[in-house]
């Protein structure tokens, strides 16, 4: 079974196990499948000065808190039990693409000359990680959701706002891929 | 515990975002530059999955396990919302090759820089919160 399980999943297993997340929820808890809101919940915890869209009782979202804390755990379990940090088996073309870019690790699940701790130092690096992070907060709050509460959730309900907040993401993702992320990698 | 489900599906869905592969920056990138079904694949098959299991729900009127009625009203359409700040998630998204699960389950996976992201995603979110009632809807 564990033999098995350490396989690389293909996409036609693990995109249905992901859509069972909606249901799972909505059976088990009556709530939308949605992570970005867990950033929120955590400002609303921590910060000390809060502006009116974080005053709010985040204790009726721990559950949402909880759901990330299973994330993060769950991850590892993957690693350590099922071999989850084995290299993708991405394109010959892509291959070619980031060996242009200069990723010449292509091993684990994401380069460790860009994203090591000890890689933080370098100013691409930095800029990636800190940048693209801080994009992914503030772009998910303002567009209202992320890919599991607009693109899975969102158009599972056939939600118009969500169809176009899922344009946007890829309206921003493919400027970034296309465009301006081999510059940064270039620096 | 009431919070002890939402963990177990938590796990759940850490572990299939690693094995999905979903977690990792090489697959984005492929993804953006379309040179494989992967992502795709597992992105419009998670969304089937979901709109068979929603549409059961509603033609049926299944309840929770406790009975309640299940809630399926989608979140309202924001104009500018959607459309601006999709995009500048989506700048993050190719950025870090991750979207706020995978940036969680990465640092499960021990890629610990991803703890800088998370703090700065939620800087994000403070300055969002800042700008909101300046900011078009």
């Known amino acids: 079974m564990i033999e098995w399980l350490s396989q690389p999943w293909p996409w036609y297993v693990s995109g249905p196990l992901i859509g069972l997340m909606v249901p799972l929820l909505l059976f ?81 699940l994401s380069p460790i000359s860009v994203f090591g701790l000890d890689q933080i130092v370098h100013l691409k690096n930095l800029i990636l990680i800190i940048g693209g992070g801080f994009l992914v907060g503030f772009g998910t709050r303002y567009a209202g959701g992320c890919t599991s509460g607009h693109a899975i959730m969102g158009l599972s309900l056939l939600n118009f706002g969500s169809l176009v907040a899922v344009i946007g993401f890829f309206i921003g993702g493919l400027l970034m891929s296309h465009i301006i992320l081999p510059m940064i990698l270039g620096l | 515990m009431k919070l002890t489900k939402f963990f177990i599906m938590g796990l759940f869905f850490g572990i299939v975002l690693t094995k999905a592969e979903v977690v ?12 494989s079904i992967h992502m795709f694949g597992i992105i419009g098959s998670a969304i089937a999955v979901g709109i068979l299991t929603t549409t059961i729900i509603r033609v049926f009127k299944l309840k929770t396990i406790k009975g309640e009625t299940i809630k399926l009203e989608g979140k309202p359409f924001n104009k500018v919302g959607n459309l601006v700040g999709g995009s500048i998630f989506g700048l993050g998204w190719a950025m870090t090759g991750a979207c706020p699960g995978p940036l969680y389950a990465l640092l499960g996976a021990g890629y ?26």
Not at chain 1, 28 to 52: D, M, T, V, Y
Not at chain 1, 74 to 100: C, F, H, R, W, Y
Not at chain 2, 24 to 32: K, L
Not at chain 2, 124 to 132: E, I, N, Q, R
């Open chain 1, 28 to 108: 088990l808890g009556n709530k939308q499948f949605g992570i970005s809101s867990s950033l929120r919940h955590l400002c609303a915890i921590s910060l000390p000065h809060k502006p009116e869209y974080l005053r709010y009782n985040w204790r009726e979202y721990s559950w949402n808190l909880a759901l990330v804390l299973g994330v993060i755990v769950g991850a590892l379990l993957a690693v350590i039990l099922l071999k989850g940090n084995q290299t993708p088996d991405i394109s010959l073309k892509t291959k070619e693409m980031l060996l242009n870019w200069n990723i010449t690790d292509i091993k684990g």
């Open chain 2, 24 to 35: 990792s920056w090489f697959r984005i990138q492929e993804m953006f530059h379309f040179q």
């Open chain 2, 112 to 137: 610990y820089s991803f703890f800088f992201a998370i703090l700065s995603a939620m800087f994000g979110v403070w300055v969002y919160a800042l700008l909101k009632p300046k900011l078009p809807h």
